[in-house]
């Protein structure tokens, strides 16, 4: 069943993605677990399509206003739109953002395959400098860990008039917050990791694109490189998104709050969170998002040593990397080597999950006395 189109991203979440009605039939789609299939359909083989993968993507589809594909994870996802970019295409990407990301960004440039032009993604300026000769502008926003956000509107527009392709990474802000397609770009990216699935139990990733030309590419990148998630990660992920508005919703609140209390926090040297009115992204980040997500970092007025302690005293708060699952993560971003070195090494992101706010605050102040 396709939702109506004007149904809300929350209702959306909850009747997209069904098998068709009837008498007896199931409510959730069955776990396909089948490499191949009988001839004479659409599908035919496990690499090239898989109906508890369709009920997911028209999920996330709905949500984006796209056709989505889904992936392995979103690294395969990210993986395949740069597959598909000529041999020496111009990138032009935020010089932060998601370390894996960055990683990659960065071993394609070495090896020729592409290059790519750094760029301040929250400088507009800066951007629409590199963009003339760019064949494909990323843009991750809000961007992994520091919280900056690039002006979407004014970037999408400009890549466009110059006909330069955008990718936008919206694991952050979730579509609750943008929806990237209808300001114009080609494809959206998602870590279904973290807000989509929700529960740390599914490694995912997805691309939608309103494109029909592009979907068709992205296919193929799909079918030849190989990504494809399993059905049962494919199904978690579809029962972890019925509730991911609920959760998104409930963490987004919980965060504003303990950014507003940690920024009062005699130890706490800085706190980035786009919803915080002093934030040097929040006027931005008001004119155009509908919250400003749920994931905040914050460095301390000590170094490496003392905030790895702070993350080792939480018993509310689980200390490990990712995000966006329901249980409350934190980490020191610069204790993996290929972290920004412009991130400081006292940084402590924290992922808000959906525990109850006064516990979680509890927590995070007995870890900050500790240390
Ligand atoms: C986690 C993450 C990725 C990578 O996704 P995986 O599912 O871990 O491969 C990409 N971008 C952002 C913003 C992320 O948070």
Known sequence: MSPKKDLRLDTIAISVGRPPHG??????????????????????????????????????GAFEHGSTLVFSSGMAAISAVFSILPIGAVVTASHQGYSGVMTLLGSLHTSGKIEVRF????????????????ALLWVESPTNPTLSVADLPRLI????AQGCGVAVDNTFATPLVQQPLLMGADIVVHSVTKYFAGHSDVVMGSLSTADPALLARLEDARKFGGGIPGPFEAWLAL???????????????????????????????????????????????ASFMKGFGAVLSFSLHAGAAQADKVCESSSVITYATSLGGIESLWERRRRWANESVSVPE??????VGCENVEDLWEDILQSLENA
């Open 157 to 160: 527009s400009a890549a466009k």
């Open 239 to 285: 029962r972890g998104l019925r509730t991911f508005p609920l959760r998104f919703e409930r963490a987004q609140e919980s965060a504003m709050e303990i950014a507003r209390r940690l920024s009062a926090h005699p130890k706490v040297a800085e706190v980035h969170y786009p919803g915080l009115p002093d934030d040097p992204n929040h006027v931005r980040a």
């Open 23 to 60: 008498p007896d039939a199931p409510l959730n789609p069955p776990i396909a677990l089948s490499s191949t299939f009988h001839a004479g359909g659409g599908v035919g083989y496990g690499r090239y399509g898989n109906e508890t993968w369709s009920a997911l993507e028209s999920a996330i």
């Open 119 to 134: 760029v301040d993604i929250s400088n507009t300026e800066e951007v629409l400098t590199a963009l003339p000769g760019t």
């Open 346 to 351: 006292s940084l402590i992101r924290l992922s």
